[in-house]
């Protein structure tokens, strides 16, 4: 069993090391071969850890060796077990072999084909570090670690100096998140003596519920996953951080990093429960950010910016789902989210790579019949998303706003809006992109193809999984929980009780019936307007309104250009002031003061041995004359 | 007290006041006058009178110690001579002149 999961995590390790340091000189095709294949035998490792494990099964605690000891906590480099983290581990390898298969295919034309694989290998390491450690201080390793990686690949094609500076900008918007988080940490580690999990979890029942201590210790954790998840206000870096290759686009920014956030409360339910102030925080958070992300998405025209608003989103749904309490429901739609959201970003590499790096869906159209898998895998994307009926979305999303109306009604009637708004724009980006007339140059459409196999694969693969993810968890109503197996599953972590509100029977199928009524409608009115009406995506100048607003993101660059970067500007001109004003006149001062004391000093050393003595007599006559006086 | 020298008959005052003369003496000649030669025994004048005051405080007390003391410093003050002497001679052959105001070439 240690062997096995020390396997797990050092598989990556090892593929990391050789491809960083050997990979310049090795041949693609080993290279890219390699870097799949331990992430592979990691995900098959973990699937026999899974096997044997059951919902009742206790928490394995593999120690490794002992870190540091500190004032009387000792801190061990260990990982920890349970259906948490296998579940993770499963999602995390599992996609992230599929996506390293995917991208041997995707960068083959790329120069930093070696580079890529490294840091993706090292990216699976970090993020098996944070879901595996058995307390506070290694997940924040692997969660440093997932930051670091994020930014190498966001800024992979580092020539280009906007995706530098969208690098930058998600590594400082990280930063600022991870200061909460390791701010809680401290207060954990202060409170409780110790950060393994399992010890907080124990001592955590010594917090009163809702003292302020525990809301600043939940809140500053939350602010952490603020940060890695994207949410309002610390949520503009992952728009920008498209700027990476496509693969990692699926892998980082939707799959698994920054639902890394979902990890860490799901993981701290223990002080959470206590919190029901910060609880409500975070639904308030969440619903704010998916109802923003959302509008925002409405009118994007880039098909991976699209993407990455729903993304942004879909993490607020989960945040909502956390904020309720219903921490299963919140990694139900974390795993099915990780199923058709790598599969859209797939799909979408796969046309930009037939599009010849062509982001912009105004200049695509039509492709259905020249990219066919694409098109299919793509569609079946789109309807998991929006809420086609029982693809995994709808089941997911479902459970979650069916939580939501137990919690409040009009909880309910924003996220409601937010899934037809999903809908809109993810059928608005299908059809723009598939549908209608091929707009591109003449140029492209002699190169348009199909991607070849290594691609088309991940996706049919990805596509299966979108369309039955959801049957792990149907809703409790179908075979009275027989079949809510990832309820069952995961019941064991939760160390307090968390009551949901019951929903009567009937009025979850009429809410069921609405979203799926909704679902139809919404699918019909945008096939309507773009394939009857072929009706056209405007040049972004045109827009006008809300729709302005939409495309624009509602200024929120622009705000915070306008506030903080200025604010920090400000800072940075008034400290070049201070230094150059005042530091450096008194630091010169000093250095002026001591030329000029010496060049006074000077004139005393004249040369003539008289003074020398006069000077010396006089001291000694002063001295005895002192003396005398003092006697 | 008994068996004391003549040298007692001259009370310590006297003794004191005399060196205190010939120490200034000195000082004044090694500041005020310009000859190598004449400074170097100005400098010999101080170093002796305090030679004298040694001898006397010794003798006052009845301690031989000092008086010894005040030889090996004779002799440490021939040899200082011997070199001082040596550096003049030296000083002389290179400039012609034991004049010391022109042996400034150390001014800041």
Redesign the interface.
């Known amino acids: 069993m240690e062997n096995l999961v020390y396997a797990i995590i050092l598989l990556p390790l090892l593929g990391f090391l050789i491809n960083g340091l050997f990979g310049k000189n090795l041949p693609k095709m080993v290279v890219g071969t390699l870097a799949t294949l331990v992430v592979f035998v990691s995900f098959c490792i973990t699937v026999s850890l899974f096997l044997k494990f059951d919902a009742e099964s206790q928490p394995v605690i593999v120690r490794a060796f002992e870190w540091f000891r500190i004032s009387g906590i000792q801190i061990n480099f260990g990982f920890q077990i349970d259906q948490l983290s296998l579940m993770m581990m499963m999602i995390i390898t599992g996609i992230g072999s599929l996506i390293h298969l995917y991208s041997i295919g995707y960068m083959s034309h790329d120069k930093g084909f070696y580079k890529f694989f490294t840091y993706l290998n090292l990216f699976i390491f970090s993020m098996l570090l944070l879901v595996m450690g058995s307390n506070y201080l290694i997940l924040f390793i692997g969660w440093e670690g997932v930051g670091l990686c994020s930014y190498l690949l966001i800024g992979f094609w580092y020539t280009n100096k906007e995706y530098g500076a969208a690098a930058r900008k998600a590594f400082i918007m990280n930063r600022i998140g991870d200061l909460g988080m390791i701010i809680g940490i401290f207060m954990i580690a202060s409170q409780t003596n110790a950060v393994d999990f399992l010890s907080v979890a124990e001592n955590s029942s010594k917090f009163a519920l809702d003292s302020p201590i525990i809301i600043f210790i939940t809140g500053s954790l939350f602010i952490g996953a603020m940060g890695k998840s994207a949410q309002i206000p610390l949520f503009t870096w992952l728009p920008d951080a498209m700027a990476g290759p496509t693969p990692v686009s699926a892998l980082i920014h939707a799959a698994t990093m920054v639902t890394a956030g979902i990890y860490l409360v799901v993981r701290s339910n223990f002080l959470f429960s206590l919190a029901p102030t910060t609880m409500d925080g975070i639904l308030f958070i969440g619903l704010l950010t998916a109802l923003v992300a959302a509008f925002i998405g409405l009118r994007q025209n880039d098909i991976k910016k699209v993407l990455a608003y729903s993304t942004v989103s879909q993490l607020g749904f989960m945040f909502v789902a956390v904020g309720i309490g219903a921490y299963t429901t919140a990694m139900f739609h974390l795993m099915t989210h990780a199923f058709f959201k790598a599969l859209l970003f797939l799909g979408s590499g796969s046309v930009i790579h037939a599009m010849s790096d062509e982001q912009d869906m105004r200049l695509m159209g039509g492709l259905k019949k020249k990219i066919p898998i694409t098109h299919i895998t793509f569609l079946i994307g789109t309807l998991a998303i929006s809420g086609f009926p029982f693809l995994s979305g709808m089941i997911s999303k479902d459970e979650i706003l069916t939580n939501a109306y137990g919690k409040n009604p009009i909880i309910w009637v924003i996220l409601f809006a937010i899934a037809a708004m999903t809908a809109i724009y993810m059928f608005r980006a299908y059809y723009l992109t598939f549908h209608g007339e091929f707009r591109g140059t003449a140029e492209q459409e002699k190169h348009l193809h199909e991607s070849p196999k290594t691609m088309t694969i991940p996706l049919i693969i990805l596509a299966g999984l979108s369309v039955v993810g959801g049957f792990i968890n149907l809703p409790h109503f179908i075979g009275h929980g027989n079949y809510s197996k990832l309820a069952h599953w995961l019941e064991s972590i939760y160390v307090y009780d968390v009551e949901l509100p019951e929903v009567a029977f009937g009025t979850e199928m009429i809410l069921l019936g609405l979203t799926v009524l909704m679902f139809f409608v919404v699918w019909f009115i945008v096939k309507n307007i773009y394939v009857t009406k072929k009706k056209m995506a405007l040049p972004d100048e045109k827009y006008s309104g809300w729709e302005r607003l939409s495309n624009k993101k509602l200024f929120l660059d622009e705000l915070y250009n306008a506030t903080f970067v200025r604010f920090i500007e400000g800072l940075g001109v008034g400290g070049n002031m201070f230094d150059k004003g005042i530091l450096n006149k008194f630091s010169d001062f000093i250095g002026i003061g001591a030329e000029d004391s010496g060049r006074a000093a000077k004139r005393l050393q004249n040369g003539n041995v008289e003074n020398y003595v006069l000077i010396m007599s006089l001291a000694i006559g002063i001295i005895l004359i002192v003396n005398f006086i003092l006697q | 007290m008994e068996g004391n020298s003549f040298i007692q008959v001259v009370p310590l005052e006297y003794f004191i006041i005399l060196c205190s003369v010939l120490f200034c003496l000195g ?1 004044l000649g ?3 006058r310009k000859n190598a030669i004449i ?1 170097l025994g100005c400098v010999e004048l101080m170093l002796n009178s305090v030679n004298l005051l040694l001898a006397a405080f010794s003798s006052y007390k009845g301690d031989g110690n000092g008086q010894i003391l005040v030889f090996f410093i004779m002799v440490v003050a021939a040899a200082e001579v011997a070199v001082g002497l040596a550096i003049i001679a030296m000083m002389y052959r290179n400039t012609k002149s034991v004049d ?2 022109i ?6």
């Open positions: 000082v090694v500041l005020v400074i010391i105001s042996f400034n070439k150390l001014r800041g």
